[in-house]
């Protein structure tokens, strides 16, 4: 077991946890934040993607332990992303999503890509985003609703 | 798909690490950025008892250059370099590689240590450092040492360090101006390991170094590397079947498509 501080969604949190419990599980089932998804556990899908730090990183990649002193944030602590709310528009206007599994993660790496690449065109925003796995779109959709929000801010 | 039970604790500086490991023996782990090692743990294809992290150590964090040679700390991440952590040329160069490790979110933790120090043949750092000359400085509780990369990668996933030995950084020198770099790499997807690995610097300052990687075994660093530089497809595949003697003719014919390409690169 660890001791272990950290900010998750801006709020302040102390706990102890095993130490072999990755900050997905973590997030799931002691703080209740269900929004951050596991599928492969092993880093190919992407569905578990988080901000750490304000960077995305793979949850089920990381451990809780060796998150002493650092920021998360989860699918739900984007409310006042103002960037954040401009993709969900862009991902409801798109159809960027069918069951929704893959959408947490997604927007984690769809705001990292406005953020990080603002001038990227489609075969950029492809190439970002070939870590993160859609069973359902066919990627069309996410694909127009990013390059709809990197063109709306560009403009 | 979870890991198994260990013990966790994060160093503060690499006698605390070496320390540390020493003390745990063969069931202890460094940890990097821990985007090979918890895959592994989550799949039980590793179970350390004990875990050093590394990640934050400062010695082992961040890039200096002097009098021509980079330092590179073993905890910097393949996100670091490829936003520009290392300057100049090399860092032009390294900042290409890094770019096409895997996904952003993975690169965001990976470390050029990890990487180097897990060794797996079809890993992008193995084989372009080693193109690029670097030489490996290595952490134990009695002292460093540093060797050639040729020296400390012995096979696939297999490199020269004790149990209680860190690597705490990878020297570089400054590749000189007429330096001619390719890097050329066969993947089914982006970010996925490659199937076929060719990395070439010509340097008419300072030598010629060919490596093909992505192989069975450490990737190879060929002998006489100039006088291949331009060769054709036929003797790529002969200079690839030398050092590779198991690979089937798909794999020798990838590995000789790529090699071809980068030696017409630095021809160019
Ligand atoms: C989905 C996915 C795709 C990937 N694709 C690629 C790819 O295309 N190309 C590529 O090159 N890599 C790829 N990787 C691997 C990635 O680059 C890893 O970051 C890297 O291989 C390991 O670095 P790490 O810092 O995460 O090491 P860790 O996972 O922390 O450790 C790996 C090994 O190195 C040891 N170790 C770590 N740091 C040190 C140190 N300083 N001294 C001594 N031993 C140490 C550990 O004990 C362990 O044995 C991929 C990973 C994932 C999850
Ligand atoms: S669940 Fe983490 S990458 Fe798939
Ligand atoms: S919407 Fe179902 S996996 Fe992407």
Not at chain 1, 103 to 125: K, N, Q
Not at chain 2, 120 to 144: E, F, K, M
Not at chain 2, 220 to 231: P, S, T, V
Request: glycine content about 12%.
């Amino acid at each position: 077991m660890s001791g272990v501080s950290l900010t998750v969604n801006g709020r302040k949190i102390a706990r102890e946890v095993a130490d072999r419990v990755h900050l997905g599980d973590f997030l799931r089932e002691e703080l209740n934040l269900t929004g951050t998804h596991l599928a492969c556990e092993h880093g190919v899908c992407g569905a578990c993607n988080v901000l750490l730090n304000g960077v995305p990183v793979r949850a089920c990649l990381q451990l809780t332990a060796a998150c002493e002193g650092a920021e998360i944030t989860t699918i739900e602590g984007h409310d006042d992303d103002a960037l954040m709310a401009e993709l969900r528009a862009a991902f409801t206007r798109h159809h960027g999503l069918q069951c929704g599994y893959c959408t947490p993660g997604m927007l984690a790496t769809a705001r990292d890509i406005v953020l990080r690449l603002p001038d990227a065109d489609e075969d950029r925003v492809r190439l970002e985003l070939a870590g993160n796995l859609c069973r359902c779109t066919g990627y069309q959709g996410i694909v127009a609703a990013i390059r709809q929000v990197l063109a709306d801010r560009r403009a | 798909m979870k890991a198994g039970d260990f013990s966790y604790r994060r160093a503060g500086d690499v006698a605390e690490a070496t320390a540390a490991l020493a003390e745990a023996g063969w069931d202890g782990k460094a940890m990097g950025g821990g985007q090979s090692l918890m895959p592994m743990m989550n799949l039980r294809l590793a179970q350390p008892t004990q875990l050093v992290d590394v990640s934050a150590v400062p010695a082992m964090r961040g890039v200096s250059a002097d009098a021509g040679v980079v330092r590179i700390g073993a905890a910097t991440t393949h996100a670091e370099i490829e936003d520009g952590a290392v300057p100049g040329r090399l860092g032009q160069i390294m900042a290409g590689i890094a770019a096409d490790i895997a996904y952003r979110a993975v690169r965001n933790r990976g470390t050029v240590g990890g990487s180097l120090a897990h060794a797996d043949p079809a890993a992008d750092w193995p084989s372009a450092l080693l193109a690029l000359g670097a030489r490996i400085v290595v952490a134990g509780p009695a002292g460093g040492r540093t060797l050639a990369l040729e020296e400390f990668q012995q096979g696939a996933f297999w490199v020269a360090l004790e149990p209680e030995e860190i690597i705490e950084a990878a020297e570089l020198d400054e590749p000189g101006p007429a330096a001619r770099w390719s890097y050329r790499k066969y993947c089914r997807k982006p970010g996925e390991f490659a199937e076929a690995i060719a990395a070439v610097l010509h340097d008419p300052g300072g030598g010629t170094r060919v490596v093909v990687g992505a192989l069975d075994a450490a990737p190879a660093l060929l002998a006489d590397g100039a006088a291949l530089i331009g060769a054709d497809l036929e003797r790529c595949r002969a200079a690839v079947a030398a050092v590779a003697p198991g690979l089937d003719d798909y794999g020798l014919q990838l590995h000789a498509a790529m090699l071809r390409r980068a030696l017409a690169e630095v021809a160019a």
